[in-house]
């Protein structure tokens, strides 16, 4: 009995059994991108597209990209789909695999027709598609893509995915993603009240737009009074990041002061010597950086990482040089006349001007960012662009070089002590002429350095160093002369204010005013906010 | 003769020769035939205007730097507003013959869609009015600036630098569209001034006039001023100005006084620059034509009265010359000439020629008396503040 039953229950269960296998071979993907195959009207190949993101495969991708792309063709004579490439002998391939299956006649194959409807379901499918990626970049990716894009149709894909989910910051953004969407559906009031609850934790302009739209939508009022608080806390969170974001400026914008202004704190602190031509200095080691990259550009392409490292000694030496020549040629005949001193510099500020424009031409040049300085990331809500972060640092790895130089060598212990009393420095035996031009080329040489630094974010022309004198002036004259940390906190302070005012004043007017009020500050402190102490009448 | 002995003869050899060139220059322009050899082109007018304007300017920057040795590294301000105020009353001349047609408000501002005009634009259609701004305007800036600058005693080059960041923010300033000064094309496109056209030769030829007159009077107020005892006194704050406190003055009053006159002498000029260019923008405000009247001043000879007038003069013909020759050599002359006058001629032509003077005539006195012959001192000896 039993052995006669057998091969009837089987036969039964395979018959069965048929339909789900052939079920199961319709989620096929690889059967399901053949019926893209024959002529079609575009409600099928939209169903085919939704049934394709349906089954979370992510090697369907290649096809879909290539229907979007308007490369899925199918052979005229069989209907089996490829991607074709090239007109006339068409290259074909696989849609699933994406291998080289052979070459034909490009008229032998039709192409499955698209249009701007199915396209976005494409890219909904592709979204859909990376939620299910193994690679969690793609996956936080494509949630944050669907954050904005996101129907309410898609909330049960959401739940899956969310379901799926392992890592617990993603799921999160999938969470999200699927608050927004209930959003915009029509669920109950305890539903949306829910999503609203886990948007309030991500706090941006998008959200506060979409809970605020809520408010003024929604007519139940325990949404509203939910939306509204919700909105509240958000514009909160907003407001705080906006105050980082332009403290965060304003320490950039600060460091770059930094940089600029630092050389002439040193020679204005020691030597009492307003140099002019400081800007130019800035400008020299600009040019040497555009310099260095044309010779890498042209001689050894695969150095061009390095350019900056390179361009950095030189530059200094360059600024530094021309520093020595300005101080052994011009200025030590001009000690104890300083309104004379900065005419003299004025005037090589404009040689040098025109000397870099004769030979480099008026217009702006091209100065490259190595790959480690472009680009940027976030950091909550705010954007942080890794060439202004180098600079930060860069700017606080020179000033302490500096100090070090200042309190740890004995030309600093020399600078110092002619810097406090010149003559009495004399009469210990230090040779002042010598400190004198030292001083100045450490100082002309930072100068190049920081001219280096400022290529990477701002036009190199002939005028660059102009756009800085009168700021860096600005920073020594307000953080005191003589005192390096008071060039460090008048730089700081000088770009936090300004960056604080221009989004009430602009950025003119907040020049103006950041201008006006050290022009007041010089009337309460004439010496500036770290004067350095002394018996002298006159400075 | 007590005049004459009271600024020097020098001074009125230059005061001549100012109003000769006012009678004279107009006169050749306007009714020598071209192809007299005297006759002076119509283009010639307006430039050498320019220069009488300029010369004025740096004689009202000599007044504070080369007597009181404030270093004002804005003067290019004042001079700029002064020609604001004259290119307002010059813009409301226009009247509806404007691009616009608008009969009260200026092409810039329809451009702009502004409905009525500014507050502070009131007023400046009437020219007494806007004469009274060239003088204001200026002078209370300088007033206001030197207050506080010289109360808190900010010296030296502080001081020059904060002048220079005064120049630099009103640049920043006049740049901007909503200030209602025509942001970064200023005023242009004048049509008369005191009912006459402003291209005609007898207009320009007028202005020319006025200018070297307006140059004269302010050698005669320096001139006066710098040989009275606040003269002294200025000299004084300059030298030592911590003795000069010392003994009784208040040096900040002086620098003051000082200060305010300059600022009014640099806007008149201002004025009288505007119609005879025929355009005012910000790019005056610029820091860089602030350093260049100090080049012009001490050029000539800081605190020489005379100096400056002729430094001013060579200089900006010296800049017509080689810009017509070889544009891109000039910043290359100015910024020779910046370290050579501060190196080699640190007293000016006209403070080195009275330096040789003066030694050389010490050198034959000292002969003579060794010769045992009587000579007598010259009162009028020229004072060398150089020095």
């Known amino acids: 009995m039993t052995r006669s039953v057998r091969p009837i229950l089987a036969l039964i269960l395979a018959l069965l059994a048929f339909p789900l296998a052939a079920h199961a071979q319709a989620q096929d993907p690889a059967a399901l991108v053949q019926s893209f195959g024959g002529k079609k009207s575009f409600d099928d190949t939209e169903a085919t597209v939704k049934a394709l993101a349906a089954t979370g495969d992510p090697k369907v991708a290649r096809a879909l990209n290539a229907l979007s792309d308007g490369d899925l063709v199918y052979r005229k004579a069989d209907g089996k789909v490829f991607i074709g490439k090239g007109r006339g002998t068409m290259e074909l391939f696989d849609p699933m695999t994406g291998d080289k299956v052979g070459e034909a006649t490009s008229s032998d194959f039709a192409k499955v027709r698209v249009k701007n409807s199915i396209r976005s379901a494409v890219t909904d499918a592709l979204g859909t598609l990376t939620l299910r990626s193994p690679d969690p970049a793609k996956r936080r990716s494509a949630a944050d893509t669907l954050f904005s894009t996101v129907t309410p149709a898609q909330i049960g894909m959401l739940d899956a995915a969310i379901k799926a989910e392992t890592d617990a910051a993603i ?48 007519k139940d009022p325990a949404v509203i009074k939910a939306a509204e608080t919700a909105s509240a806390s958000i514009r909160q969170t907003i407001a705080m990041w906006d105050v980082l974001q332009n403290v965060w400026y304003g320490l950039s914008l600060g460091s770059v002061l930094l940089l600029a202004a630092i050389g002439l704190a040193i020679t204005f602190g020691v030597m009492g010597v307003i140099n002019m031509a400081h800007g130019e200095m800035v400008m ?116 302490a070089a500096l100090l070090l130089v200042l309190n740890r060598t004995p030309l ?10 010149r003559k009495m420095a004399a009469a210990m035996g230090i040779r002042t002429p010598w400190v004198d031009a030292m001083t100045f080329a450490l100082g002309s040489g930072i100068a190049g350095i920081a001219g280096v630094a400022l290529s990477q974010i701002d036009n190199v022309s002939p005028n660059l160093g102009q756009g800085y004198i009168i700021d860096s002036f600005m920073v020594v004259v307000f953080g005191g002369v003589g005192n390096l940390w008071g060039t460090f906190v008048g730089a700081m302070t000088l770009g936090v204010v300004n960056k604080f005012l221009e989004p009430y004043a602009g950025a003119v007017l907040g020049k103006i005013v950041v201008l006006v009020l050290i022009i007041l500050f010089i009337q309460k402190r004439p010496r500036g906010l770290f004067a350095q102490k002394g018996r002298f009448v006159d400075a | 003769m007590i005049l004459l002995k009271f600024l020097g003869a020098r001074v009125w050899i230059l005061v001549a020769a100012l109003l000769a060139a006012a009678v004279l220059v107009p006169m050749a322009n306007l009714w020598l035939p071209p192809a007299s050899p005297f006759h002076v082109p119509s283009y010639l007018v307006p430039l050498l205007g320019k220069y009488v304007c300029y010369a004025l300017l740096a004689l009202a920057l000599d007044l504070v730097w080369g007597y009181v040795g404030i270093l004002s590294l804005g003067h290019g301000a004042f001079f700029a507003l002064g020609g604001y105020a004259m290119g307002m009353y010059l813009m409301r001349q226009i009247g509806s013959r404007g691009v616009y047609g608008n009969p009260v408000l200026p092409d810039f501002m329809v451009f702009l869609n502004w ?64 200030m209602g000064f025509g942001g970064n094309n200023g005023l242009t496109d004048f049509k008369d001034i005191l009912g006459f056209p402003i291209q005609a030769d007898t207009t320009r030829a007028g202005l020319f006039a006025a200018s070297c007159i307006a140059l ?19 000299v004084a704050v300059r030298d030592a100005e911590s003795r000069t406190r010392f003994i009784g003055w208040r040096p900040e009053y002086v620098k003051l006084f000082a200060f305010t006159v300059s600022a009014v002498m640099a806007g008149i000029a201002g004025a009288l620059y505007v119609p005879q ?73 006209v403070g080195t020629i009275d330096h040789g003077w003066n030694a050389w005539r010490q050198r034959r006195r000292a002969a003579a008396r060794e010769a045992g012959e009587a000579v007598d001192d010259d009162p009028a000896a020229v004072p060398n503040p150089a020095e």
């Open chain 2, 216 to 234: 004269t009077l302010g050698v005669l107020l320096v001139g006066w001023i710098t040989r009275s005892k606040l003269g002294k006194l200025m």
């Open chain 2, 115 to 178: 409905k009525a005009l500014p507050w502070y634009w009131h007023g400046f259609g009437e020219f007494w009015f806007a004469a009274l701004m060239v003088l204001l305007v200026p002078g209370l800036l300088g007033f206001v600036f030197g207050f506080f600058a010289f109360r808190s005693r900010v010296t030296g080059v502080y001081l020059s630098i904060i002048t220079q960041a005064m120049t630099y923010a009103l640049l920043l300033a006049f740049f901007r569209n909503d």
């Open chain 1, 284 to 399: 020299l080691g600009a040019y040497t950086t555009f310099f260095v990259q044309e010779t890498i550009r042209h001689q050894m392409p695969g150095l061009f990482g390095w350019s900056l490292a390179i361009a950095l000694p030189l530059a200094f030496l360059v600024s530094a040089v021309v520093g020595l020549i300005m101080e052994r040629g011009i200025i030590r005949f001009l000690y104890g006349r300083p309104l004379e001193t900065l005419l003299a510099t004025f005037g090589v500020s404009l040689i040098l001007q025109q000397a870099v424009r004769t030979i480099f031409g008026p217009s702006n040049r091209q100065v490259g960012n190595p790959d480690w300085m472009s680009g940027a990331f976030d950091v909550g809500l705010m954007s942080v662009t890794w060439n202004r972060l180098w600079i930060i640092v860069f700017a606080l790895i020179v000033f």
């Open chain 2, 277 to 349: 260019v025929g355009i005012i923008n910000p790019g005056e405000f610029a820091p860089v034509n602030s350093i260049e009247i100090v080049v012009w001043a001490a050029v000539g000879g800081r605190g020489t009265l005379l100096g400056p007038v002729i430094g001013a003069l060579l200089v900006n013909y010296g800049k017509s010359v080689f810009t017509g020759l070889a544009p891109e050599y000039w910043l290359f002359v100015l910024g020779a000439l910046f370290v050579f006058v501060t190196l080699i001629l640190p007293r000016g032509i």
């Open chain 1, 412 to 421: 600093g212990l020399q600078m110092r002590a002619v810097t406090q009393n």
């Open chain 1, 171 to 218: 799921r999160q953004r999938l969470q999200e993603a699927r608050a927004a969407a209930v959003l915009k559906s029509d669920r109950p009031a305890a539903d949306k009240i829910a999503a609203v609850k886990t948007l309030s934790a991500k706090a941006d302009r998008e959200t506060l737009a979409m809970v605020g739209g809520l408010a003024a939508s929604s």
